[in-house]
């Protein structure tokens, strides 16, 4: 899907070839299926908005979430909770990367309640132009810490703040080699998410349209759990 200066949702559908979503205009996407080797690509003054996405990457230099604005976009943003972003395994895959614009235009990240597996880089976040600000925020999600890339250079700013977030823990997925990555009824990132009632923008639902708020393991009532999919409890 190609988009330009549009404000676009796309909600329920399967994406898949080279491409997810290139966009340079606002977009939603909602209870999405990405498998191509670029998720969303986002680039111009804008912010894209995901929710209850897989992602499955393929090939090598994939790469799930680009932020890259361009010259004298403004910057660029995205606002992400609830996806699964899974590597195939092929050399050089990102999960998340957030580059500031060759005349120093600002990118920024917010991602929240999301599972990122089997990638070569899981966050990258560079601000190397002048003047440029890069900011990633992650919370309540599933990657690894060693696989992360955060850098300044020449008078590029910013960081990623990171908080109650998952090392590399196995999320116990049902059957990845069949492409199933819903939460097995032991995995530890079930109620792991965001504690909290839903907020008034969020889904009710998650990717297959199951409520999202649940209390998936018994113990400290409904919570959500990260990644796409809420665990159903019997």
């Not at 992602?55 to 680009?66: D, F, R, V």
């Amino acid at each position: 899907v190609a988009l330009g200066a549009q404000n676009v949702t796309v909600e329920d559908s399967t994406l898949s070839g080279g491409y997810g979503v290139f966009n340079a205009g606002a977009f939603t996407g909602r209870r999405l299926r990405i498998d191509a080797r670029r998720g969303l690509d986002q680039q111009n003054g804008t912010t894209a908005n995901l929710e209850d996405v897989l992602m499955t990457m393929t090939g090598g230099a994939a790469l799930g979430i680009s932020v890259t604005p361009t010259t004298s976009s403004g910057g660029s943003s995205v606002v992400a909770s609830h996806l699964t972003i899974v590597g195939d395994g092929s050399s050089n895959q990102f999960g998340v990367s957030a580059f500031d614009g060759p005349g120093g235009e600002n990118a920024t990240v917010d991602l929240r309640d999301s599972i990122l597996r089997g990638l070569t880089t899981h966050l990258s976040r560079r601000a190397i132009n002048a003047g440029g600000r890069v900011q990633m925020n992650v919370s309540y999600s599933d990657y690894d810490f060693s696989k992360v890339i955060d850098q300044n250079s020449g008078t590029g700013t910013g960081s990623i703040n990171s908080s109650n977030n998952l090392n590399n823990v196995d999320p116990l997925f049902v059957d990845p080699g069949a492409g199933n990555y819903r939460l097995r009824a032991d995995s530890p990132l079930i109620d792991a998410g965001t504690p909290g009632g839903l907020g008034s923008s969020e889904s009710l639902t998650d990717a297959d349209r199951n409520p999202r708020l649940l209390d998936g393991n018994g113990v400290c009532g409904p919570v959500r759990d990260m990644g796409a999919f809420e665990f159903q409890p019997p």
